[in-house]
């Protein structure tokens, strides 16, 4: 098992990620994205952080999950990834980037605004 953290660096993981995710497909479409090897494995590797991240940050602060809308969608979206490799639907893939990853960095964004103290001025 991997070291526990503190909340922050499990959210800063998955904000790090969609970010990368969503520059990667920047100006591509699904069928550039079925056509790029090299951009199929960039985003499925970033959505296996975002997974496995959620999921170690919910072991440590079950607490949190009410806060992560389809928590556990994407811990299982991220095991197919993983394990059932052979089964991914390209379209799938990008239908999660098109609908989903917008509504998650929002809510982690949220969450790190309140788990991150103010600057003091």
Do not use: C
């Not at 098109?98 to 991150?116: G, I, K, S, Y």
């Amino acid at each position: 098992m991997p070291p526990q953290r503190d909340l922050g660096a499990y959210l800063w993981d998955i904000h790090e990620a969609a970010e990368h995710v969503t520059r990667f497909v920047a100006g591509k479409s699904l069928d550039d994205y079925r056509a790029d090897v090299l951009l199929k494995s960039a985003v499925e590797r970033q959505f296996e952080i975002i997974g496995e991240a959620l999921s170690q940050a919910l072991r440590v602060f079950p607490d949190v999950a009410p806060r992560v809308p389809e928590a556990r969608q994407i811990i299982a979206f991220r095991n197919v990834l993983a394990h059932a490799y052979a089964f991914v639907d390209d379209a799938v893939v990008w239908g999660v980037l098109e609908q989903d990853l917008p509504t998650l960095r929002l809510h982690v964004q949220q969450l790190m605004d309140e788990a991150l103290p103010e600057p003091h001025s």
